[in-house]
């Protein structure tokens, strides 16, 4: 939030003033050294709305003349007066009114729920780790754990071929696939090293998935990091490789020393 005087001239000039201050601001308002502007600027900030606001001061001869000016550019007579998007809309009660108050707080809310919904599924993949790792560890030699060993390491294999498609369908939506032919190729090799181990012992395959999983993040983070969109879904991908690495080092770990 900014804080700034508006230049004095006439009534015309100052309105293409007051038109070139504002045309690259979303919200703006213009208040005296008295309005008590916070729950404005608190709704915004909730909103999370830029803004800033003009003071004019009516101790001052030139913030009148400025004052006076801007009556009579938007027929308003009074302060604060909220310009949205470059278009005078009027005072605060029009500002609770206006879509942009009702639009942001729905988008951010869409946001949060999109987030949320990213976090549960992305930590509900998870789970079959923990799950093949749980019961590894309590069947003892045998059957079993061979069983819940290898279905771990399916179910990695799979994950694997997930990651990698990302970057497939990214090509595809963009219509590029023909012209990014290396991000083309990394994005099957990933379900081709996870097939791979699936023909390992479990002693090898484990460690090989914990180095495969760490690479597609390390070249996630490489494709992705010009995308602003794409840091909330890496910070996740951190985590969760930390946590899928950890588990299937702990499924080698229980079978490899038993």
């Not at 001869?61 to 009579?72: C, K, T, V």
């Not at 079959?128 to 399916?154: H, K």
Request: aromatic fraction near 8%.
């Amino acid at each position: 939030m900014r804080t700034e005087s508006l230049n004095a001239g006439s009534v015309e000039g100052t309105g293409r003033r007051f038109f070139s201050e504002i045309a690259d601001a979303r919200v703006v308002i213009f208040h005296s050294p008295i309005s008590d502007v916070r729950e404005i600027e608190g709704l915004l900030e909730r909103r999370g709305v830029s803004h800033r606001t003009v003071v004019l001061s009516m101790a001052s001869h030139r913030d009148r003349e400025r004052f006076h000016a801007l009556q009579a550019f938007t027929g308003w007579q009074t302060l604060p007066q909220v310009f949205v998007d470059g278009q005078f809309i009027g005072g605060e009660p029009e500002l609770r009114r206006h879509p942009i108050a009702i639009r942001e707080a729905s988008r951010r809310q869409e946001r949060l729920s999109a987030d949320r919904l990213q976090r549960l599924l992305g930590y509900g993949g998870v789970l079959p780790f923990l799950v093949g790792l749980i019961v590894v560890a309590a069947a003892g030699e045998g059957a079993v754990r061979d069983w819940a060993s290898r279905l771990t390491l399916g179910y990695g294999a799979v994950i694997l071929s997930f990651l990698g498609a990302v970057h497939w369908g990214r090509l595809l939506e963009r219509g590029t696939l023909q012209d990014a032919p290396m991000v083309a190729f990394w994005s099957v090799l990933p379900a081709v090293v996870g097939w791979a181990t699936l023909a390992l012992p479990v002693v090898w395959a484990a460690p090989v998935q914990v180095l495969a999983f760490v690479e597609v993040y390390v070249m996630d983070r490489q494709l992705l990091r010009r995308e602003p969109a794409a840091g909330g879904y890496l910070r996740l991908r951190a985590r969760l490789t930390g946590a899928v690495a950890s588990l299937l080092l702990g499924t080698w770990a229980v079978t490899a020393l038993a």
